[in-house]
């Protein structure tokens, strides 16, 4: 959850330092802190709140040095505070250290360090590890071997980054179950948590393992295995894309652009894919096509999972069954066959409930995908086979892109395997592929008139306290995913529901003040939809109806968006959930970006 980010070089190291995490706080934004090197020791600032606060405080410090880390937090132990910001320092000072994870045993260890002495300032765990290292230093030869001590007594999941007094200039960082990530530069190295950190130096990386441990400073750096320390080499790897894709371009939100992306995203993702009217899936010409799929995700990707059930079904005939991941994870019975298949979906490719879920997976032996957005991620190198979705940095904390970029990949899915097992028959797989490759040039015509229809019901609606999203078949996800937008960025309470459900008790909610948003798209569910728009109606409650030019609905406000034939009808729904949203977030004045209480990627438990 929360943003480190370590750098050892030739420039100003605070200021890099401080960049970075601009472009990480969108992991965590509840308080943030810096350590440095300097001539007495290792300086740190700390600050509650955004990095204003830090930067208010920096701006009276002469914080010189070549070696800084940084860390932006979102609050796991411990209350959004100044004392319990990173970074940590030990009782006696020599070590600092910043901790993205949750240490399970700190308890305990803060006993036992308690009754040696040892004082606590904060609630964290991380002030209980670097205590803990500092007290292995008592015996151990240096701060490498008492950095590996400590991890090797806690327990969970962890990237950490420390600081040692008695070697200016060195950083020490470890992962574990946490996203670590090394940037290699000339004079110079880094280590973050997220590429964009250090993008604006280098494209150079190297992705750790959970187990690695690194020492790096200006001149180099060194990859050791936590258990016994044994140097182990990983081969760097160029990061294609740049920083102008991590950057706003003249929107005024990141969320926005990553709206407006989406046509891009389509055409990247269709592109090396779609050929001569067919589709080429490489990377699972290996796997035989499964008898039954199991699909495991979290929030919107597990929307885009319960969305491509559809496809799946309907195209290639693969009974597929969607599971959340944090609940997959703890069945006592796992009903799963070696010819079974289970596809994991993370924008992040490090969600830890979903990474979790691959590894019992893998223990009961059945067959494994990946679909995730990040090259080099957990889930893309512990599944048998990945597929990227191609849909580059996404920056605001409400997935956007990441969702359509995934509904993308479980479509050419569906063809794939459509046409494996022989039953989409060949006329109307092309007629679908024909139908794909018109989308990104469709959805970016149509995107302005979208946003300033959702701009003008934004201002009409803004005010409700509540509301309901309501579709029936594949529009069923796609209401869960635009209830979940609202809930996210305007705070106001929204549940999405299977349509032919309202009647079976969410209906008694429904009066003037409680509006719906129905997806009621030109498809064979209509006429159903249509019946439960005027169960609403008849209870006096207003209906958004987001249709297609030529249904004939009677609503308070009906919205026209694009006509795409049967599923794909869907992509052009999404974006128009997500203007709404976002319209009425930045309307009622909410940080779009940064919702409260929010992170982008849940690596934590």
Request: net charge negative; with cysteine; aromatic share 8%.
């Amino acid at each position: 959850m929360c943003g480190i980010i370590g750098y050892a070089g030739q420039r100003p190291a605070v200021p890099v330092v401080m960049e970075g995490l601009h472009r990480l706080e969108y992991r965590g934004y509840d308080s943030a802190g810096v350590a440095y090197v300097r001539r007495q020791g290792i300086g740190v600032l700390r600050a509650q709140g955004k990095l204003m606060a830090l930067e208010e405080k920096l701006a009276s410090e002469s914080a010189v040095s070549m070696c800084a880390m940084g860390h932006t937090r979102w609050a796991t132990h411990g209350a959004p505070s100044e004392r319990n910001a990173h970074p940590h320092t030990s009782n006696d000072a020599a070590f600092v250290l910043v901790h993205n994870g949750i240490i399970e045993n700190y308890q305990e260890i803060k006993a036992a360090l308690t009754a040696k002495g040892y004082v606590f300032h904060s609630e964290t765990d991380t002030e209980v590890l670097v205590n803990l290292i500092a007290e292995y230093a008592k015996t151990e030869p240096d701060a490498l071997h008492a950095f590996a001590a400590a991890l090797r007594e806690a327990r969970g999941a962890y990237a950490v980054c420390l600081m040692a007094r008695d070697e200016p200039g060195v950083i020490y960082a470890a992962r574990m179950s946490a996203p670590l990530i090394l940037g290699l530069g000339t004079g110079e190295n880094f280590v973050a948590s997220d590429i964009p950190a250090f993008l604006p130096y280098t494209r150079q990386v190297v992705f750790l393992d959970d187990g690695d441990i690194v020492r790096l400073s200006a001149s180099g750096h060194d990859i050791l295995r936590l258990e016994d320390l044994s140097s182990v080499v990983r081969a760097p790897q160029t990061i294609q894309w740049d920083m102008q894709a991590a950057q706003k371009g003249g929107y005024r939100h990141f969320m926005l652009k990553e709206i407006f992306e989406q046509p891009r995203v389509l055409a990247d993702g269709l592109s090396g894919r779609v050929l001569d009217g067919d589709v080429l899936l490489t990377e699972l010409d290996a796997l035989p096509v499964p008898r039954k799929l199991h699909i495991v995700a979290c929030g919107t990707s597990w929307h885009s999972a319960l969305w491509g059930r559809y496809l799946l079904e309907h195209w290639a005939k693969v009974a597929t069954q969607v599971e959340i991941a944090s609940e997959f994870r703890y069945r006592q019975t796992l009903l799963l066959e070696k010819d079974d298949l289970v596809l994991v979906i993370s924008q992040s490719g490090e969600t830890a409930d979903t990474l979790a879920a691959l590894r019992v997976a893998k223990e009961h032996g059945a067959q494994t995908l990946g679909l995730c957005n990040v090259l080099g991620s957990s889930i893309a190198r512990e599944s048998q086979a990945v597929l990227y979705t191609q849909a580059g940095p996404e920056i605001s904390v409400a997935s956007t892109k990441a969702m359509c970029s995934q509904m993308l990949m479980l479509a050419l899915m569906a063809l794939y395997w459509g046409r494996r097992k022989g039953c989409l028959a060949t006329e109307e797989r092309r007629a679908i592929i024909a139908d794909l490759e018109k989308l990104p040039i469709v959805l970016e015509q149509a995107l302005p008139a979208m946003q300033h229809k959702a701009r003008e019901l934004s201002r009409k609606y803004a005010q409700a306290r509540n509301f309901f999203y309501l579709g029936r078949g594949h529009c069923y996800p796609l209401a869960l995913e635009g209830a979940l937008k609202l809930k996210e960025l305007s705070y106001i309470h929204a549940e999405g529901y299977a349509a032919g459900e309202m009647k079976h008790g969410p209906i008694a909610l429904i009066d003037p003040v409680f509006p719906a948003f129905v997806l009621a798209l030109n498809d064979s569910m209509l006429p159903k939809v249509v019946s439960n728009m005027e169960e609403v109606q008849a209870r006096q409650g207003k209906v958004i109806a987001l249709t297609n030019a030529g249904v004939k609905v009677q609503a308070e406000d009906v919205w026209i968006i694009p006509d795409m034939p049967g599923f794909l009808s869907g992509f052009a729904a999404l974006p128009a959930l997500q203007l709404f949203s976002y319209e009425t977030a930045d309307y009622l004045g909410k940080d779009v970006d940064q919702p409260r209480n929010l992170a982008k990627s849940v690596t934590v438990e």
